[in-house]
């Protein structure tokens, strides 16, 4: 189930990459640029008077996003890209990223599943070459004879 979930999460990060590269001058006008990897991102200045106000600042942000829905809905990315943000240090200003989620492409998750994969091939190795020693039956040549009567 993971690496089907795998294959998938890349499947739409590689379109949202290949929609993204070859329409960066319409997000441009909008002022989202497109990174190598296809990340869309921009600064968003605050105001003076929310720039003051620290709690209002993240949501000035958010609705800041509403600007960007038009072109995305356009793009049909709305539904695939999520913002993350975060202050700029030392300016009265956010980095906006767009990007697609990415919950199983991580370097662990695939060490972690391959090494589970592996282990659990040769662990039924092991267990058939113990049956097939101590009791004497062929585990596979069984199933096989089960299968064709």
Excluded: C
């Amino acid at each position: 189930m993971y690496w089907f979930k795998l294959f998938q999460e890349i499947r739409i990060w590689m379109l949202s990459r290949k929609v993204a590269k070859s329409n960066s001058e319409e997000l441009l006008e909008f002022g989202l640029r497109v990174d190598w990897i296809g990340r869309l991102y921009t600064v968003i200045n605050l105001p003076e008077e929310v720039a003051t106000q620290p709690y209002s600042q993240q949501p000035y942000v958010l609705s800041q996003l509403r600007k960007y829905d038009e072109v995305l809905l356009r793009l049909q990315l709305s539904d695939v890209l999520y913002p993350e943000f975060e202050k700029i240090p030392g300016e009265d200003a956010y980095l906006l990223v767009l990007t697609p989620e990415i919950e199983y492409l991580s370097t662990w998750r695939i060490i972690f599943n391959t090494v589970g994969w592996i282990g659990g091939f040769y662990g039924t190795v092991a267990l058939h070459n113990l049956v097939n020693k101590v009791y004497g039956i062929n585990l596979i040549q069984e199933l096989i004879n089960l299968i064709n009567v």
